[in-house]
């Protein structure tokens, strides 16, 4: 299992647009990719390709989470999707 931090970088969080763009760009991997508040169990964490389930994290601006996945391609996955949430998609 590889797993990987990022803080989020848009104002409004993961909200609507931020994660649209987050859970699209997650879908595009042929991998089972999670997403977790940093601290929480990882049977916690939601499908990061999930909209809906982006939005039930209620994340916030600057909170840090938990990208976890496993298999071929994961970790340069996981590095995309770092990128993703560190970039401010309001600006």
Known sequence: MIERTATVATRVGLHA????????????????????????????????????????LGVEFGEVVVLRTEGAGAEEALEQLVKVLETDHDA
């Not at 994660?19 to 940093?38: G, V």
């Open 17 to 56: 647009r931020p994660a649209a763009i987050f859970s699209e760009a997650a879908a595009d991997f042929d991998l089972d990719i999670t997403i977790a508040r940093q601290g929480e169990p990882a049977e916690d964490a939601m499908d990061a390709a999930s909209m809906l389930g982006l939005m039930s």
